[in-house]
């Protein structure tokens, strides 16, 4: 699932990640995302930089995605039980950066 890329960021030409953490149920399903840490980046003078403004511009859109992810639970004794603590980077990279 592609998170979509916020209007305003692409305005400004920012980008950035965003680190969730959630649990996987027994069903694959993701429960509780919530962000662990965001950078949001911006070109100066040909150098990057993690900037606070406009902070959190990406943790909503890569919430919204993350609950929608789907994985494979563990299964222990051929039983799925649920897993904690899971962890997924997102990147939110503008097209022209691609091949930088």
Same mark, same amino acid.
């Given at each position: =699932? @592609?998170?979509?890329?916020? +209007?305003?960021?692409? @305005?400004?030409?920012?980008?950035?990640?965003?680190?969730? /953490?959630?649990?996987?149920?027994?069903?694959? +399903?993701?429960?509780?995302?919530?962000?662990?840490?965001?950078? =949001?980046?911006?070109?100066?003078?040909? =150098?990057?930089?993690?900037?606070? @403004? !406009?902070?959190?511009?990406?943790?909503?859109?890569?919430?919204?995605?993350?609950?929608?992810?789907?994985?494979? !639970?563990?299964?222990?004794?051929?039983?799925?039980?649920?897993?904690?603590?899971?962890?997924?980077?997102?990147?939110?990279?503008?097209? /022209?950066?691609?091949?930088?």
């Amino acid at each position: =699932v @592609q998170p979509v890329y916020p +209007r305003y960021a692409l @305005q400004r030409g920012l980008f950035g990640w965003v680190l969730v /953490e959630f649990t996987v149920d027994d069903l694959g +399903r993701v429960i509780d995302p919530i962000v662990v840490d965001h950078c =949001v980046e911006e070109f100066k003078f040909k =150098v990057t930089e993690c900037i606070d @403004q !406009p902070g959190y511009i990406f943790d909503r859109p890569a919430l919204a995605a993350a609950s929608k992810f789907k994985y494979k !639970p563990k299964v222990v004794d051929g039983v799925p039980i649920e897993t904690t603590g899971v962890r997924h980077l997102i990147s939110f990279i503008l097209d /022209e950066m691609k091949n930088i």
